[in-house]
């Protein structure tokens, strides 16, 4: 038997050429933040993380590390993340000047964006201390600015004056239902960044995580 050929058949074989191509060409949208880590996963990269001694703060400043970077007119990662932990945020262009935020430390509520901190989840001076003393200034502001892993969050001014640049065994957020999920994202971004941990920070995590 022949095989039907003409017109049709050739606007039948385009089309499905053309879905082809088109279903090889749609973008993936990149996520901002990881997917959620489950304590297993947790201990994995737990277990992988270099255990050491803290090193020296010689030559630490927080020039260091350039951040805000800009991320539009008049507006930079701080809007950014802003923008991404708060409810009816409000914009000036793409500054943040309103909205409702709840800072996951300690529970507080704030409507000021001027009230609301943007915490580093391992504070830069640790980071130094733990390796990050090596890199260049580049990867430095790298850090710094990381959107993608769990690396930035609002919360109150309070909450991330009082953690310093403490590891999870000298502060802890005051709220306990948040210990795990802290737990994972402190070790996920010292998992990425190939950052060290001490041995009391280590002992502290492995806690945190078994109570995921």
């Given at each position: 038997?022949?095989?039907r050929s003409g017109?049709?058949?050739a606007?039948?074989a385009?089309?499905?050429?053309?879905?082809l191509?088109?279903?090889?060409?749609?973008?993936?949208d990149?996520?901002?933040?990881p997917?959620?880590?489950?304590g297993?996963?947790?201990?994995?990269?737990?277990?992988?993380?270099?255990?050491?001694?803290?090193?020296?703060?010689k030559?630490?400043?927080?020039?260091?590390?350039?951040?805000?970077?800009?991320?539009g007119?008049?507006?930079?990662?701080?809007?950014?993340?802003?923008?991404?932990?708060?409810?009816?945020?409000?914009?000036?262009?793409?500054?943040?000047v309103?909205?409702?935020w709840?800072?996951?430390?300690?529970g507080?509520?704030?409507?000021?964006?001027?009230?609301?901190?943007?915490?580093h989840?391992?504070?830069l001076?640790?980071?130094?201390?733990?390796?990050?003393?090596?890199?260049?200034?580049?990867?430095?502001g790298d850090?710094?600015?990381?959107?993608i892993?769990?690396?930035?969050f609002?919360?109150s001014?309070?909450?991330n004056?009082a953690?310093?640049?403490?590891?999870?065994?000298?502060?802890?957020?005051?709220?306990?239902?948040?210990w795990?999920?802290?737990?994972?994202?402190w070790?996920?971004?010292?998992?990425?960044?190939?950052?060290?941990?001490?041995?009391?920070?280590?002992?502290?995590?492995?806690?945190?995580?078994?109570?995921?």
């Amino acid at each position: 038997m022949r095989t039907r050929s003409g017109p049709r058949a050739a606007v039948a074989a385009l089309a499905a050429a053309l879905a082809l191509g088109v279903a090889g060409c749609v973008p993936q949208d990149e996520p901002t933040t990881p997917p959620p880590s489950d304590g297993g996963n947790a201990s994995e990269q737990l277990s992988q993380l270099t255990v050491a001694t803290a090193g020296s703060m010689k030559g630490y400043s927080r020039e260091r590390f350039p951040h805000w970077r800009d991320t539009g007119k008049n507006c930079d990662v701080r809007d950014s993340i802003l923008q991404r932990d708060g409810k009816d945020v409000k914009l000036s262009g793409c500054n943040v000047v309103g909205g409702r935020w709840e800072s996951v430390y300690d529970g507080r509520s704030f409507s000021d964006p001027s009230d609301v901190d943007i915490d580093h989840m391992v504070p830069l001076a640790n980071a130094w201390r733990s390796g990050a003393d090596e890199w260049d200034n580049a990867k430095r502001g790298d850090f710094a600015n990381d959107t993608i892993r769990p690396q930035l969050f609002a919360v109150s001014a309070a909450s991330n004056r009082a953690k310093g640049d403490q590891d999870p065994s000298q502060w802890k957020p005051a709220n306990r239902s948040y210990w795990c999920k802290y737990a994972q994202d402190w070790v996920a971004v010292k998992h990425y960044w190939r950052l060290t941990v001490t041995t009391a920070e280590k002992a502290a995590l492995t806690d945190m995580l078994e109570g995921c």
